[in-house]
C-alpha cells in the first residue's frame, strides 16, 4: 500500500477496472475461456493509478503483474467476476476491459468427464450475467461507465448498438480479427463511442490508448457530466 498518495487529476477517485478472460469451468480439469490477455485493462488500471486515482483492479486469469498501486481482486468466473465488482462499489467510475465468457456450462460436473463409446457429451450452456449491463443500470451506477466491444466484422455499428444496450457513457471498440493481433498483441487502434459521435485513433500502444483513455475520464468526472 501507498502511504501518500500521488497528486494528480484523479486524487481521490476510485475507479473500478475488470480484466482479462474469465473462466468457466465443465469439470475439474476443463474449461471454456477466450484469448484475452488482460494487457489493455491492466494498463487503465495503471494509467488510473499513476493520475492518483484509487484503483480496484478485478482481473481473470492472466500472466501478467499486478499494475503498480493498484488493489487487484482475482476471480475465476464471470460470476465471481461480477460479485467482486459490486463488492468495490461505491466508484466514481468504471471500466469494463474484460472479455467475460458469454457462457457458462449449465452444471459443471464435479467428476472428470469420461468418454463413453457413446459418442461426445451434450454441453448445455446458460448465459452468463452481463456485468457491465447490470452496474451500468444498478442502483450505484458510477458516474462515468466504459465498456469495450471487441469485434471482428462492422465493428463501429456493432459498438453503437452495444453502447444504448448497455447504458454507458463510452464504448472502446476495436477488431480483434486474429490477423489484427490485437489480442494478446501490444498494440491497438480503437474506436471511442459515444452518444456524440465516434472518434477513430491511431495504432498506438496498449500503454497509450490506457494514458489518453483515463485522462477522457478524468476531464469528464472534472467536468462533472458522464
Ligand atoms: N461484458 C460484461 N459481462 C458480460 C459480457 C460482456 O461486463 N457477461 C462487457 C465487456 O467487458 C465489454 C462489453 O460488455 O465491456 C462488451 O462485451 P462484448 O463481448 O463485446 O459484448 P456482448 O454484449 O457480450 O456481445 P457479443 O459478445 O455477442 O458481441
Ligand atoms: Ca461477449
Redesign the pocket.
Known amino acids: 500500500a501507498r502511504l501518500i498518495p500521488a497528486p494528480g487529476p484523479l486524487k481521490g477517485r476510485h475507479i473500478l477496472v ?1 480484466s482479462g478472460p ?1 473462466r468457466e469451468p465443465i469439470d475439474p480439469v476443463r474449461y471454456i475461456a477466450n484469448h484475452s490477455s488482460g494487457k489493455q485493462g491492466h494498463a487503465i488500471a495503471a494509467a488510473a493509478a499513476a493520475l492518483g486515482a484509487r484503483v480496484t483492479l478485478v482481473s481473470g486469469p492472466v500472466r501478467l503483474p499486478d499494475p503498480a498501486g493498484v488493489e487487484v481482486v482475482r476471480v475465476e468466473t ?1 460470476r465471481d ?2 460479485k467482486a465488482c459490486e463488492a468495490a462499489l461505491p466508484a466514481d467510475a468504471a ?8 457462457w457458462r456450462v449449465a452444471r459443471d460436473a464435479d467428476h472428470k468427464i469420461k468418454k463413453t463409446g457413446e459418442g461426445p457429451p451434450a454441453l448445455v450452456l446458460v ?9 451500468a443500470r444498478g442502483p450505484r451506477r458510477p458516474a462515468v461507465v ?6 471482428t466484422c462492422h465493428v463501429i455499428d ?2 453503437k448498438a ?1 453502447l444504448a ?2 447504458g ?1 457513457d463510452l ?2 471498440a476495436n477488431d480483434v480479427s486474429p490477423e489484427t493481433g490485437v489480442m494478446g498483441g501490444d498494440r491497438n487502434r480503437i474506436h471511442l463511442i459515444s452518444t456524440s459521435g465516434v472518434e477513430s485513433w491511431p495504432e498506438l500502444s496498449k500503454d497509450e490508448v490506457a494514458t489518453c483513455l483515463v485522462a477522457r475520464i478524468a476531464k469528464r468526472l472534472a467536468r462533472g457530466e458522464p
Open positions: 475488470t474469465t464471470a467476476m461480477l471500466v469494463f476491459a474484460a472479455a467475460v465468457a458469454d448465459e452468463n450475467p452481463d456485468i457491465l449491463a447490470t452496474i466504459v465498456g469495450f466491444a471487441a469485434e456493432h459498438a452495444k444496450r448497455k454507458c464504448i472502446v
